[in-house]
């Protein structure tokens, strides 16, 4: 083979080489072979000395015009790389202004203050006004206005944590929101209509359907003539309103010391119709509160004549949210796990 076809040789070869080449390292390592001190163009540069005079020109600048091509490839591919590299690296480095921001989690109202406003709304849209009344409660408020005397059976049901304050008088966390229906009629004569939300402590057992503290809400209307039509019919609006408009509203004989008659207040079953099923344990029925007509030994109490007339009741926050959620643990609403509470 002769040196003019040695250097085409060359030529091609790197030529090819260099158009395969994916990245700038390569295009060096090929620059040091073909052009480097041990490279072939070196090599015939070297042997033009000992070559005809004629044919050394020809060689000569054949080797000039491959060097020429060979460095002109590289830099050419060298650029190309560049630009690429550059551009995945800016593909890589690219901000993307369109992705949504992380949300910052916002609060909202417990489950039960849900639950208690709404009750609280209901009865405001009937008329009613909203009183509130000391947590520590004196004896007296607690039971005895309310015709449970100190030995009264009735105080077992509901005798809760007392508070030594040193008086002669005993003071208790009151276990019922009742005491203000007393309060509330010796401040004014009547006539009263008012709900009284409010923390109320029991001595009960802490289990699914128990807690040793939670919500109450007590009602009380005081007016003349008026009659058990007027409490049914009153209860009869708020349960619809609470729980949907074609349940019925059933009253069954009770007791309770601070009302003659008393009744437990039930709701046909609004997860089954009244047919039966597991809200309801089979039953088609839900109790929901306790009522009745305000005993005339509670407004003999507050100084009110006997002819005077009312009604009452009470029902506990958490039991009303239970059933509005379908929750079988009362518990769960005090144990602040935010799955749960962010579900409701
Ligand atoms: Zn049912």
Redesign the pocket.
């Known amino acids: 083979m002769s040196a003019v076809d040695e250097l085409q040789s060359i030529e091609r070869t790197a030529l090819d080489e260099l158009g395969g080449a994916d990245s700038s390292e390569r295009v060096q390592e090929l620059q040091i072979t073909y052009l480097g001190r041990k490279g072939p163009l070196a090599r015939v540069g070297k042997s033009l000395g000992g070559l005809p005079v004629e044919e050394r020109k020809l060689v000569g600048q054949t080797a000039n015009r491959v060097r020429g091509l060979i460095e002109a490839a590289i830099a050419e591919k060298l650029a190309e790389l560049d630009k690429l590299e550059r551009a995945g690296r800016l593909e890589a480095e690219r901000l993307d202004i369109t992705l949504p921001g992380r949300m910052p989690p916002t609060g909202r109202l417990h489950p039960l203050t849900e639950v208690l406003e709404e009750i609280v709304d209901i009865f405001v849209g009937l008329g009613f006004s909203v009183a509130e009344g000391p947590l520590v409660e004196t004896d007296y408020y607690s039971f005895q206005a309310l015709n449970i005397p100190q030995d009264h059976a009735a105080r077992s049901m509901q005798d809760t944590f007392y508070v030594d304050t040193g008086a002669p008088q005993p003071y208790v966390l009151r276990p019922h929101t009742s005491p203000m229906q007393v309060r509330l009629m010796e401040s004014a004569p009547p006539p009263h209509y008012v709900v009284v939300p409010g923390v109320v402590a029991r001595r009960d057992e802490i289990d699914a359907n128990h807690l040793a503290q939670f919500m109450q809400i007590e009602g009380l209307a005081v007016d003349e003539n008026i009659s058990f039509a007027d409490l049914k019919g009153v209860l009869e609006v708020f349960a619809r309103q609470m729980f949907g408009s074609n349940l019925t509203v059933r009253m069954h004989p009770s007791y309770f010391p601070f009302t003659e008659p008393s009744a437990e207040v039930y709701v046909s079953?609004f997860?089954?119709d009244?047919?039966?099923?597991?809200?309801?344990r089979g039953e088609?029925w839900?109790e929901i509160m306790g009522a009745g007509m305000v005993h005339p030994n509670v407004f003999r109490s507050v100084g009110y004549p006997a002819s005077t007339t009312g009604f009452a009741f009470g029902m506990g926050v958490e039991r009303i949210a239970k059933l509005k959620y379908s929750v079988n643990d009362l518990r769960t609403f005090y144990e602040n796990d935010l799955r749960f509470l962010g579900s409701r």
């Open positions: 079953c997860a089954c009244g047919s039966g099923c597991a809200t309801c088609g839900i």
